[in-house]
């Protein structure tokens, strides 16, 4: 499948990770377990909880390797969107059917990059109780594995600075799962079984996501002691 024009580069992802080190290291105490999961290389999805601004930044600077992340376009505004397209991130347009965001992110797999989703689509409680389909659809369609990250910690307290951030030095657990396949699955549910990316197919691969990323952050928590 053919790049959009301009669209986000390994590069870029690189310099982006290398400034979520610096800062996500020097503003809190990120506390990793289990980066090692994630494969050294070839495509992969990181599908992450979401309950706080900065868990894809925390990301972004604790992941093993660079990941562009599709991230919703109201935070492209002003100087932040060519810093955002810059980094290697990529715009998506939630409304509806975002064809650009959708190149953009199958060519990152089909590059051997890494790709990371917030499931949920939004910031919520982080507890990974409402997907949407657009993980399925990518995890079918390119046949990358899904690696599942529990951000925790982020929420917990408030910062006396920055209340809108969590306290400046305080530990952010961030914990990777086991990788899993995801078409295989979506291919058993087609009752001819040609792996065809059908509606209900997505819609029960979807089904079978959840549970794997609501036991992992179950795990994830009573492993850290975070609630």
């Known amino acids: ?13 690189a310099v982006g990770r290398g400034i979520g080190i610096g800062l996500m290291y020097g503003l809190w105490k990120p506390r990793v377990l289990g980066a090692w999961k ?6 992969v999805i990181l599908a992450v909880n979401h309950s706080h601004n900065i868990d894809g930044p925390m990301l972004m600077g604790t992941a093993p390797r660079p990941v562009h992340f599709l991230i919703k376009k109201e935070a492209f505004v002003g100087p932040l969107d060519p810093f955002l397209r810059g980094i290697g991130q990529l715009k998506v347009d939630r409304t509806t059917v975002d064809r650009t ?11 051997g990059g890494v790709l990371g989703i917030f499931p949920e689509g939004t910031r919520g409680e982080g507890d990974f109780a409402s997907l949407r389909a657009g993980l399925a659809y990518f995890a079918v ?3 990358a594995p899904i690696v599942p990250v529990a951000v925790l910690g982020s929420t ?11 306290p400046l030095r305080s530990r952010v657990d961030v914990v990777f799962g086991d ?31 959840q549970a794997r990323l ?13 609630r």
Request: net charge positive.
């Open 38 to 43: 994630v494969p050294a290389s070839g495509p």
């Open 1 to 13: 499948m053919t790049r959009a024009t301009g669209s986000p580069t390994p590069r870029g992802a």
């Open 214 to 226: 609501t036991a992992h952050l179950d795990e994830a928590r009573r492993f850290t002691g975070r």
């Open 101 to 111: 965001a959708i190149i953009d992110a199958l060519g990152v797999l089909e590059g």
């Open 141 to 143: 369609r390119s046949g």
């Open 179 to 209: 990788a899993f396949d995801a078409q295989e699955r979506a291919r058993s549910s087609d009752k001819g079984g040609s792996g065809r990316r059908t509606r209900k197919a997505l819609d029960e691969a979807t089904v079978r996501i």
């Open 156 to 166: 917990e307290r408030r910062g006396r600075l920055i209340s809108a951030l969590p």
